[in-house]
């Protein structure tokens, strides 16, 4: 009689009516050739005695043996049913995968041309033209792609392996419009201006929008770039990094450049760097970052369109700088050394400022107007400020011994409603008990406004604790405290205990723990 029939069931048989069961796969050359089947398995299924019996899609059979030869092969069995249905769970789940890889291929395929080369220009553009193996479909799909990224770290070759590459790679571009095109030559390659004017022709004659050279040479001269570059009216943002050096003509036209970065590069005279703000009049984003020897002096920016200006210098210079953008809403400043000799700012727009500057700085007006103040700790303790009458979130890195500077700029911020604090302990307070307190006078944002207050590098010093607890003490209106500290605070569970208990001004106040390490929050 033939049934279906569990591996359980087949192996019971053996201690049932039969004597011994035997398997034979539907193709049955293949297991008579595995050398992981019993010899003797192997010959019984040839037995024409045998009566048949449906596992799955195997065929087994059942034969009456005499119980001599049941004991030697019932262990054999045993082991190869299990193995035989262990297999079949494996061919099964290949089977299913490979169905589901095929769906995706096909899904991906039947995609049209469009879509596919939109997805490949989120790759470089090397592995963008490997796909071009998958069939003839996607053989020349890649010279569609409408963004060309090179980086010099993706080629194992030398030099001229990734510059031919980038001229094969334009040359068979297809794409009328460039949506995006970069290059990044990292240390130890370099390249000539002509290789590089070529590309960069090449980028402008379709229309790029887009443009970031970073040539981050070791110990080479600077290169120009082709002045047609300067004349792109299509061109939106630019990024220029490392070894260019910048000498304009007078004819600087970047009609719909919107994001400009200029990072450690060389200029001809504080003349070239005018003119090429001069020639963008839709200018929204600047970035400029400055090294010692740069060619420039006094920096002046004059951009009416400008609505977010970045300047870093890390290498200490003592030039001046002038800013004059009556549309700014937003400034960072990470200087070493400068002297600001006028902000030409229209003070109702300007929102948000970024503060690490390095040396003692008078009141800007500019800056009165404020909603989001970050200031590092040389920045709190050098500059002066004016009273913050719109001021909601002050962010600031500093330690006790600068209490006194952060508590006057409290009393300056009465709206003050978030205080992120980023804790740093002075070197000789390390290992030893710090006795510093507030004053008595508690600033009105402290105890009228604040609702959240967050905390950073907490650490088990007598200081932070005396902090806490007065934020919690005064702070009327407090309805969150985030303390991200190590996991070396939780063998002072008695501090932490005394600190939850401790009284509180707010009945809203929740208290909250957070690693350093991981984020994660830890419930004491």
Known sequence: MTRDRTAKEVYEMTNSDFNFVAVESPFKDRWNAAPELPTPVTRLLSCKNAGKIIFHEYRVFAIDLSKRVKQSL????????????????????????????????????NLPDSIICHILSFLPTKLSVATSTLSKRWKHLWTAVPVLSFSSAEFLGTLGSFVDSIGKFLTNCQAQNVYQFTIDFKP???????????????????????????????????VRLPGRLFACRTLVSLKLIDNIFIDLPENVCLQ???TLQLERLHYANEGSFNILLSGCPVLEDLVVERI????????????????????????ANDHGLLI??????????????????????????????????HVTCEPIEAFANLEFLSLSEFALFSMAFHEFHNL?????????????????????????????????????????????????????????????????????????????????????FLEEVKIRTSSMLKKRRRHIRNMLNCPRASTECQIRFFLDSTGKEYRF
């Open 74 to 109: 019932h262990s054999h069995m045993a082991d190869l049913v299990q193995r035989l249905s262990k297999k079949r769970s494996v061919e099964k789940e290949k089977e299913k995968d490979m169905e589901k890889g095929q769906k995706h291929i096909d899904q991906l395929s």
């Open 188 to 222: 130890f390659l370099e390249v000539d201006e002509e290789h590089l004017g070529t590309w960069v022709a090449a980028a402008v004659e379709r229309n790029v929008q887009e443009l970031k050279l970073s040539l981050n040479f070791s110990h080479v001269p600077t």
């Open 256 to 258: 719909n450049l919107r």
């Open 292 to 315: 010692l020897d740069d060619g420039i002096l006094d920096m002046v920016i004059n951009v009416a369109s400008l609505k977010r200006l970045n300047l870093k210098n890390y290498e």
């Open 324 to 357: 004059s953008a009556p549309l700014l809403e937003r400034i960072e400043l990470s200087q070493k050394n400068f002297n600001v000799l006028n902000f030409q700012i229209d003070s109702s727009s300007l929102v948000e400022a970024i503060i690490d500057i």
């Open 392 to 476: 909601v979130c002050l962010e600031t890195t500093t330690s006790c011994a600068n209490w006194d500077d952060l508590e006057e700029l409290l009393h300056g911020s009465n709206n003050l409603k978030t205080l992120v604090y980023h804790i740093e302990v002075p070197i000789l307070h390390r290992g030893h008990n710090c006795d510093k307190s507030f004053s008595k006078t508690v600033p009105v944002c402290v105890s009228a406004s604040l609702k959240a207050l967050k905390l950073t590098g907490f650490i088990n010093q007598n200081c932070n604790w005396t902090f806490i607890q007065y934020m919690l003490k005064n702070a009327k």
